[in-house]
C-alpha cells in the first residue's frame, strides 16, 4: 500500500523584486526568478521546493527551470516513488545533461514530500541533528561605501555572527572597502570576502596578499570558476584559507579540487549543485578527505532557505557561519508565512514535518 508516487509537478516562476540593487562581480540586479515547484503524491501530500539561481552564475533562471522541468523532468518523474531519491537523479540527468538548479528544486520537493509523509522534520531524513541551531553570515553586496559601511554595522548588531563581503571590483576599491569594514566592524567580527571569480590569479595573489592583513575568515572564489590551477596557485601563495564555490557547481567538480589540493574550503548550495541528496553526498566527500564546508545562498527565499537549513543541520564538517538567511532579507516578501527567524545571530532550525514552513498556497494561484 504504497502511495507515495508521484501524481502531478506544478513549476511557478516568481519574479520578485529585491529592496536595493543586488551587485556583485558577475552581475547587478533589481529582481530575482525565483521558480518555486510542487509535487503532489497520490497520497495527497504535497512536497515544496524553490530554486533562484543568477544568470551569469550558473546559466540557469527560474524561467529556464520551469522549461526545463515541464519539458524534460516532470515526464520521467510522474508515477515514480518519492523515495527512490538516486534514482530519480538518475532518470533526470538521463532526461537532460546539467541544469543542477531545476533538479534541486525537484531534489527539495521530494525530501519535503518524504518527511510530510513520514511525519519527520527533513533533517531527520539526512542524518539527524549534528547541531542545534545554524550561525549565519550577512552578504555585503557591491554598493558605495558608505552603504557597504552602514550595512556592516548594522549587520553585526543585529546578531550577524560573519561578514562576507563582495569584493572583485578593482585593487584599490576592494582594499579600502576592506579596510574600512573592519576598523567599522572591530577586529573580532570573522570577515569573510567572495570575489566571484572577479581576478586573474596573479592579480588575485597581488590584492589579497596586502588585504589579508586586516584579518580574513576566508577568500572565496578569487580565480574563474575553470581556473583551478589558479585557485591553487592563489592558495598557495595566502595565509588565508581559500574558498571554492563557482568551481564546485556539482557533485563532480569536487573531486578535482580536493585531488588538485585546490582550496581549503567549499561552498556547498543546496541549490546549485542538485539538491539535498547531491549537498549531502559533497560535504561527505570533503569530510573524507578532511575539509570543511559552508552553505551559500543564491538568494533563495523561505523553501530553499529551509533546504539549506536542514541541510546545515545535519551535515558535521558544514561548520562555518552560513548566507542562509539572505534572500528573504534582500526580498521586498517571502513566500512563507514566517518559519524562520534568527535568534542571536543563529537560525532555529523547523521542527514540523518535511521542510517545516508554511508555504503561501496563493502563489499558484
Ligand atoms: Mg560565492
Known amino acids: 500500500m504504497n502511495k507515495s508516487i508521484i501524481k502531478d509537478i506544478e513549476v511557478k516562476v516568481l519574479e520578485l523584486p529585491l529592496k536595493k540593487q543586488w551587485k556583485i562581480s558577475l552581475y547587478a540586479a533589481k529582481t530575482r526568478a525565483h521558480a518555486v515547484l510542487k509535487i503532489t503524491t497520490e497520497d495527497g501530500i504535497v512536497g515544496y521546493g524553490e530554486a533562484s539561481p543568477s544568470p551569469a552564475f550558473m546559466g540557469e533562471t527560474g524561467y529556464t527551470i520551469k522549461l526545463v522541468i515541464d519539458k524534460y523532468l516532470k515526464p520521467v518523474l510522474i508515477g515514480q516513488d518519492i523515495f527512490s531519491v538516486d534514482k530519480l537523479h538518475e532518470r533526470m ?73 563582495k569584493v572583485g571590483n578593482t585593487p ?22 567572495d570575489a566571484n571569480q572577479g581576478y586573474d590569479y596573479k592579480t588575485a595573489v597581488e590584492v589579497f596578499s596586502k588585504i589579508e592583513e586586516f584579518g580574513l575568515e576566508s577568500i572565496e572564489q578569487p580565480v574563474e570558476r575553470w581556473d583551478i590551477e589558479g585557485l591553487k ?93 539572505l534572500g528573504g532579507p534582500l526580498h521586498e ?6 518559519g524562520l527567524d534568527m535568534v542571536d545571530g543563529k537560525v532555529i532550525c523547523p521542527e514540523n514535518p518535511g521542510l517545516g514552513i508554511d508555504v503561501d498556497e496563493s502563489i499558484f494561484k
Open 93 to 165: 540527468n538521463f532526461s537532460i545533461y546539467g541544469n543542477y538548479a531545476a533538479k534541486s528544486t525537484v531534489d527539495i520537493a521530494l525530501y519535503d514530500a518524504m518527511g510530510k509523509t513520514l511525519g519527520v522534520p527533513v533533517y531527520k531524513l539526512l542524518g539527524g541533528k549534528c547541531r542545534q541551531d545554524v550561525e549565519l553570515s550577512w552578504v555585503v553586496g557591491m554598493q558605495d561605501l558608505e552603504g557597504a559601511i552602514e550595512e556592516a554595522k548594522e549587520k553585526i548588531k543585529l546578531g550577524y555572527k560573519a561578514l562576507k563581503v
Open 333 to 338: 516578501y517571502d513566500i512563507i508565512k514566517g
Open 233 to 325: 596557485f592563489v592558495k598557495n601563495r595566502l595565509k588565508t584559507p581559500i574558498m571554492a564555490d563557482e568551481s564546485v557547481s556539482s557533485l563532480h567538480d569536487v573531486n578535482r579540487i580536493i585531488n588538485e589540493r585546490a582550496a581549503d574550503i567549499v561552498n556547498i548550495k543546496v541549490g546549485k549543485v542538485g539538491g539535498l541528496s547531491i549537498a549531502k553526498k559533497i560535504a561527505t566527500i570533503l569530510e573524507s578527505a578532511g575539509m570543511t564546508a559552508t552553505a551559500g545562498s543564491n538568494l533563495e527565499v523561505g523553501i530553499g532557505s529551509a533546504a539549506s537549513v536542514h541541510f546545515v543541520i545535519s551535515s558535521k564538517n558544514v561548520n562555518l557561519p552560513n548566507d542562509l538567511l
Open 172 to 193: 584599490e576599491i576592494d582594499y579600502n572597502l576592506v579596510k574600512t569594514i573592519r576598523e567599522a566592524v572591530g577586529q573580532d567580527v570573522p570577515i569573510r570576502l
